[in-house]
């Protein structure tokens, strides 16, 4: 998927935003600007069609996964004799070939997208943010080590461990890692979210690079802070935006890749109750039973449009050049 | 001095018993509750013509010694392939390269003699040599054979004449001739050992052409078969036979309709039901075969190291619902490793009763809490193994366990079954001619598989009866024994046995006088590739 | 131009040589080793027949001794031999990858085919009922995963109306027009997410340059409007599309490993997991590293092309 493609775009893009702040701000001020921002982002959301619709699919999804076992009306492991039920009150999605009702099934997926995917994001936040912002910031640094002066070329490694992981092309990565490490939930979490370091790490040291130059981080060199904290409690929360919205587009990424793998038989296994492993169970009665194929692609497909349309309105809000209308 | 021996007439069918042989099979169907099939036409067999066959698997590799045998279930190589001995339709193990032995008094002299009307596909004629090298290449360590554990219990290999080999043995041994079968010491020519990675040389009734991995495997008939058929005409009748590797069950069944291949082993158990609405285009066959689902218990740590846990357990299975949901009833249900369809089905063996409360009580009597967790692993590439297992799973559940279930593939199942992490073991064991092969390898504390890959349950009794066992000629006190021993099992439930299934398959009706084996489909004994021609459409 | 490229080649070494030691070592972490994967899951290796195997694939010399003798012979084309099968890996993926690349292409040149126009129109007729429709395709070429696309096509033209088959593949060397009936679903679904991509980008991409000063004198000068769409603003506007096509194209040939499994094409995706479930990882490191390399190769020529036909980005 061409997410880093995006990202790149996403960041040169925003490299030209206007900044006028001259003085280092203090916390107080940097939180007030962080809540006056999300305010302004939440208003921009609101009047954009296409964004306000995907975050009401990606509320009404979060609200899925969080009331799963409210709005499961049989638990999902459940088998009974009704088999391969056609669609009705009681089984509101019908049963699966071993009595299993659907719907449940599919609510309790949404829930394990939403938490595999949201842990795997964070994972990456957490870990591609820093990297990248040290990257852009320091570029080459000089240690001492035993005596010695040690140039490193901090930016160069990182930039090219990030370009070498980045040729690895599409779900290669994630087979190889599920194949070797096994499915479990700790192992997908843990791949998916480090395979986001890299194309955060990169967007985050293009804004700290375009950041490092304006007068404010001037200002809190002369007045003494450390390097440290004017990476990451003054240039940061500036570059807020395009974390964001890379964030919500690989979500919608990282929960198609999750039901792929499961799809495949790498990831969740049955009877746990997936989008993928479900479909790939349901495969087998594509001609006889359909409707088992139906819902859970439905489900998944609906989750992954919410993020996109979110992401993709988040992007138009966040760069007013983008915006034709 | 005891001796099998068996004239050329008792191993090749007449056309009659071809006909008959058919027959019974449909009759088995019908007997089942499917509609007849239509009777095959007895027409005179003609030479030519080539047949493809949809299979489950691919050939693993084209050196037959080297750690996966020919597994003639799976594998449309095992057609190439001839051992000193093979099984005959109801698994009995007959002569084959070799047309008879002997055994001395004391059961450590094997003689056998060879036939001396075989030929290699590359022409060269096969003598007591060639059967020397094979055995020698099998007990040799280098080449990664996994009989050689068992084989080990030859002392020396001397070729008393071109055509007469014997066997000196450590031990007595009387499973020998069913570990010398064409699944375990096929024989290849020994000269050509060279190519045997890309181009196999051998003395079955077809020679290998061409593999092309998961794609296809090619063999051509192979002109100098020793085999004669009942009027003395050269076997095999085919010219060629395509294998297909079609693991995926609705995919072989679609090939099948579409024409793209002539048989399918295997068929959907699912889609059973849907074969009458074609039984004008093909044969469709349905027998009990040798092969049975089980879960074994870790018995080296808690909670099955107890055996009122393990019993527990053997109590709470539906084998009934299993069989419902996976098979759509085509299987049996299954207290002991054979079907009645084996020459090996032990009278007398017990079994559980399906009885949830007193499992629940065993429980609490061993002290298990409810929400024990539990890991149950089975293999991912069989439907009727890991659907059997979720519908386990529940029956679990409903004695209180917490079920992690593990569905791995087949390089995690590896990894997973050496590292003893695992409360229960969910697959399968099939094609083992000799009881030997089973009880021993399985369960016996003697055999290092049993604690490293298997349950691990040592009882000294059972071990010395399964000892016991393979050191008797008399096949009545070998029934006898391994009765003994699957009664200790039923006491002590080291495993718990599910289900069988059903040998289904199905052909397109220009195939003649085809008959799987009850062990598999590709073995071409008793009406097999070996004697089935190709009628002109 | 030439300073450039052989800058980008130069910076591709510590890349190939980053990816080459991680398809190489992070088989290592598998549990129980190659041996462990030759031996079946209910069989127990002695320690005698464990040495002997380990002496004969090499594996009791130091890692990195065998990284770099493996490394030495890859780039000699020989990747060894399977575990599984014990035949020459390089002869298994050359097999398939003619199949991977068919497929692979057939998807691009479709995704072009339709992207190009229905963006032109999209821009051309903007918020307009057209535009929303192009539009709205194009989100649910990027929304809908792959594989249940394929599930539903099969759904739809294999098992509903039954025009076409739910898999194989046909030589199209040997048999053209019957390959075509095999490969009409794969390349659509393989095809849906860059097309949606491309239309998007032809739309944006034209709207940038309907705004430009030139079409505005051209549009004064009086110049029917076809002639200034097809011969000015079409042709910049196609750079960026062309471009994101050819990266996506690379990175097709790792996507396909889903789709070639769903409709058993049998390319190097489908080889890929074949022998994934066997770990075989001699195959594995080979397939692996021909796609990485390929990825890598396409986007340094498309980036190079890029520059060539676009010289007005700086290059940096």
New interface residues.
């Given amino acids: 998927?061409?997410t880093d493609?995006v990202a790149r775009d996403v960041s040169s893009r925003l490299l030209n935003q206007e900044d006028i702040r001259v003085e280092a701000p203090t916390l107080v001020t940097r939180l007030r600007r962080a809540g006056a921002y999300l305010k302004d982002m939440g208003g921009e959301l609101w009047k954009s069609k296409l964004a306000s619709c995907g975050a009401f699919i990606v509320l009404v999804m979060v609200l899925v996964a969080i009331f799963a076992d409210v709005l499961a009306r049989h638990d999902p492991?459940?088998?009974t004799e009704t088999?391969l039920a056609p669609v009705s009150w009681e089984h509101w999605f019908g049963t699966d070939?071993?009595g299993r009702d659907i719907w449940s099934r599919v609510v309790h997926g949404a829930r394990r997208a939403m938490v595999i995917s949201a842990s795997a994001i964070v994972l990456g936040v957490l870990l591609g943010v820093p990297l990248g912002a040290v990257s852009g910031y320091y570029g080459t640094t000089t240690v001492r080590i035993a005596g010695r002066q040690l140039r490193i070329p901090l930016d160069n490694i990182i930039m090219?461990?990030v370009?070498?992981w980045l040729?690895?092309?599409?779900?290669?990565f994630f087979?190889?890692v599920v194949?070797?490490?096994?499915g479990s939930d700790l192992v997908l979490i843990m791949a998916l979210g480090l395979a986001q370091v890299p194309l955060l790490a990169r967007l985050v040291r293009g804004s700290v690079l375009s950041e490092k130059t304006k007068e404010y981080v001037e200002a809190s060199h002369i007045i003494g802070d450390s390097n440290l904290n004017i990476t990451f409690r003054q240039i940061l929360p500036n570059c807020l935006s395009p974390i964001i919205v890379q964030a919500s587009v690989s979500v919608?990424f990282l929960i198609?890749v999750e039901?792929?793998l499961a799809?495949?038989?790498?990831g969740a296994?049955?009877?746990t109750p997936a989008w993928g492993a479900d479909?790939n169970e349901?495969?087998?009665?594509?001609?006889?039973y359909?409707l088992l194929?139906?819902f859970p692609?439905l489900a998944?497909?609906l989750t992954?449009?919410g993020f996109?349309?979110f992401g993709d309105g988040l992007r138009d809000i966040l760069d007013p050049r983008q915006v034709?209308? | 001095m005891t001796s099998i021996e068996t004239t050329d007439a008792k191993l090749r069918l007449s056309r009659r018993e071809f006909v008959a042989a058919a027959g019974s099979g449909i009759v088995g169907l019908a007997a089942l509750g499917l509609p007849p099939t239509a009777t095959q036409a007895a027409t005179q067999p003609s030479y030519g013509g080539s047949i493809k066959i949809g299979l489950r698997g691919d050939v693993s590799r084209l050196d037959p010694h080297h750690f996966f045998p020919p597994y003639p279930t799976s594998n449309a190589l095992s057609l190439i392939y001839n051992g000193l001995t093979e099984a005959d339709y109801d698994t009995n193990v007959v002569p084959a390269l070799a047309h008879a032995w002997e055994t001395s008094k004391d059961g450590l002299t094997w003689t056998w003699h060879i036939r001396k009307d075989v030929t290699f596909h590359n022409g060269r004629q096969m003598t007591g040599a060639d059967v020397k090298g094979n055995l020698e290449r099998v007990l040799n360590p280098r080449t990664g054979a996994v009989i050689r554990g068992e084989l080990s219990i030859i002392d020396k290999i001397e070729l008393l004449d071109d055509y007469t080999l014997r066997t000196t043995l450590k031990d007595k041994y009387y499973p020998l001739p069913a570990m010398l079968t064409n699944r375990w010491v096929p024989i290849i020519d020994p000269q050509s050992l060279d190519s045997v990675k890309q181009h196999p040389i051998a003395t079955g009734p077809f020679k290998f052409v061409s593999w092309k991995r998961l794609h296809t495997t090619v063999m051509a008939r192979h002109d100098t078969y020793w085999e004669k058929d009942a009027d003395g005409n050269a076997l095999p009748y085919l010219d060629e036979i395509i294998g297909k590797p079609l693991a995926d069950d609705t995919v072989r069944l679609t090939a099948l309709r579409t024409g793209e291949v002539d048989m399918i082993d295997a068929a959907s158990y699912r889609d059973q039901a849907r074969f009458s609405e074609w039984t004008d285009t093909f044969d469709t066959y349905q027998i009990k075969a040798l092969g049975t689902i089980w879960y074994y218990f870790n018995a080296q740590r808690p909670p099955f190291d107890d055996v009122r846990v393990r019993r527990a357990v053997a109590m709470a299975v539906d084998k009934q619902e299993i069989m419902r949901k996976t098979l759509f009833g085509h299987g049996e249900i299954m207290d002991q490793f054979y079907t009645e369809v084996s020459p090996w089905r032990l009278p007398g063996v017990s079994s559980w009763e399906y009885n949830p409360e007193e499992a629940r009580r065993l429980l609490k009597e061993a002290g298990i809490r409810p929400g024990t967790p539990l890991t149950l692993i089975t293999f991912n590439r069989f439907n009727y193994i890991k659907e059997g297992a979720q519908v386990f799973q529940q029956h679990l559940r409903q004695i209180g366990f917490m079920v992690n279930l593990k569905i791995l593939d087949w390089g995690q199942l590896t990894a997973a079954r050496k590292s003893r992490e695992w409360d229960i073991l969910g697959l399968g064991s099939a094609y083992r001619m000799d009881p030997h092969e089973y009880y021993f390898k399985e369960l016996s504390s003697e055999s290092p598989a049993s604690g490293q890959t298997y349950g691990g349950w040592v009882n000294p009794d059972y071990d010395k009866l399964i000892a016991a066992a393979r050191r008797t000629e008399d096949r009545e006190e070998r029934v006898r024994l391994y009765s003994e021993a699957e009664n200790l099992i039923h006491a002590e439930a080291p495993k718990v046995r599910t289900i069988s299934a059903h040998n289904l398959s199905a052909w397109h009706k220009h195939l003649r006088t085809y008959r799987p084996n009850i062990a598999g489909n590709i073995t071409y004994n008793a009406g097999g590739f070996r004697t089935a021609w190709r009628a002109p459409v | 131009m030439l300073a450039y490229t052989v800058r980008r080649l130069l910076n591709l070494i510590p890349i190939l040589f980053l990816l080459t030691a991680f398809v190489f070592f992070m088989f290592r972490f598998l549990p129980g080793g190659p041996i462990e994967m030759m031996v079946p899951p209910d069989e127990v290796l002695d320690e005698e027949v464990r040495l002997i195997l380990e002496k004969e694939l090499g594996l009791d010399r130091p890692v990195l001794v065998q990284y770099f003798d493996w490394l030495w012979r890859a780039l000699q084309g020989d990747f060894g031999e399977s575990i599984y099968s014990q035949l020459p890996v390089g002869g298994l993926i050359m097999e398939r990858f003619p199949a991977t690349l068919y497929l692979a292409f057939a998807a691009v040149v479709l995704a072009i085919a339709v992207a190009i126009p229905m963006g032109t129109i999209a821009a051309l007729r903007k918020n307009t009922m057209t535009d929303y429709v192009a539009m709205g395709t194009s989100v649910f070429g990027l929304t809908v995963p792959n594989f249940w696309l394929a599930l539903m096509m099969i759904l739809l033209f294999s098992l509903g109306l039954r025009w076409l088959p739910s898999m194989g593949y046909v030589d199209p060397t040997q048999d053209f027009f019957g390959s075509l009936k095999h490969f009409i679903m794969p390349a659509i679904v393989l095809a849906a997410y860059p097309c949606a991509v491309a239309t998007r980008m032809t739309r944006s991409s034209m709207l940038d340059e309907l705004n430009k000063d030139y079409v505005y004198t051209a549009r004064s000068q009086g110049l029917p409007e076809w002639k200034i769409i097809f011969k000015y603003t079409l042709k910049n506007a196609l750079i960026p599309t062309i471009t994101i096509v050819g990266l996506l194209f690379a990175r097709q040939l790792g996507g396909t490993i889903i789709i070639e499994t769903i409709f058993g094409w049998p390319g190097v995706g489908l080889l890929i997991f074949e022998h994934i479930n066997a770990r075989d990882f001699p195959v594995l490191q080979g397939a692996v590293l021909l796609l990485i390399i390929f990825f890598v190769g396409i986007n340094l020529a498309v980036d190079l092309m890029y520059r060539l036909v676009n010289p007005r980005v700086e290059l940096s």
């Fill in positions: 998927m061409a493609t492991f459940n088998m088999a070939p071993y090219r461990l370009d070498a040729a690895i092309p599409g779900i290669l087979l190889l194949a070797i490490f096994g919608g198609i039901a792929a799809f495949l038989g790498l296994q049955p009877p479909l349901a495969k087998n009665f594509m001609e006889t359909p194929t139906i692609g998944l497909s992954v449009l996109n349309l034709e209308q």
